[in-house]
């Protein structure tokens, strides 16, 4: 297969009242009709985790309380992956269009964290009324407002900023 080739459109970065996506200058046009959009996928390069060896993890040992005693990498939303590839739906908080910058108060990327792309969030697109989950995975929160609260570490059996 035939590699390909990423470039970053901007980068997280640390902000007063939470995070700042800021967005390379030739970037800054495309945020043009943001304005009126609550929330976005920012989709980032994980690469604090980004090495040879964590690219060739296939499958991972209990991550979770309750899950299987191992997992397939594509069961689990750890940034090791093949490609670490990760979104985030964030709240925007304000867009600054003259300098390229989207504020929201949380996303879980490390400041300097390379952003590939921006996506808006639709809920024609991004709500699934009639899903499914695994048993281990009905103690998951319903909703990314239940997720700022939910107790994260009780159903991790490792640090979840590590994948």
């Known amino acids: 297969m035939e590699e390909m080739k990423l470039k970053a459109i901007g980068k997280v970065e640390p902000a007063e009242d939470g995070f700042a996506i800021k967005l390379n200058e030739e970037y800054r046009d495309a945020l043009m009709g943001l304005t009126g ?17 964590d690219r060739a993890v296939t499958v991972i040992d209990k991550p979770y309380k309750q899950g299987p005693d ?15 590839i990760a979104d985030t739906v964030v709240y925007v908080t304000r867009i600054d269009h003259e300098n390229g ?15 590939l792309d921006i996506k808006i969030y639709l809920p024609c697109c991004d709500i699934v009324k009639n899903y499914s989950v695994p048993a281990w995975a009905e ?19 490792f640090d979840p900023s590590r994948g």
């Not at 910058?101 to 952003?115: G, M, N, S």
């Open 37 to 53: 959009f609550s929330h976005l996928h920012i989709l980032w390069w994980a690469d604090q985790v980004d090495s040879p060896q």
């Open 139 to 157: 103690v998951f929160p319903d909703s990314l407002e239940d997720s700022a609260e939910f107790d994260w570490e009780s159903v991790f059996n």
């Open 101 to 115: 910058v989207i504020y929201t108060p949380y996303i879980d990327a490390e400041p300097d964290t390379p952003v």
């Open 70 to 84: 191992k997992l397939g990498i594509y069961a689990t939303r750890s940034p090791i992956r093949p490609n670490p």
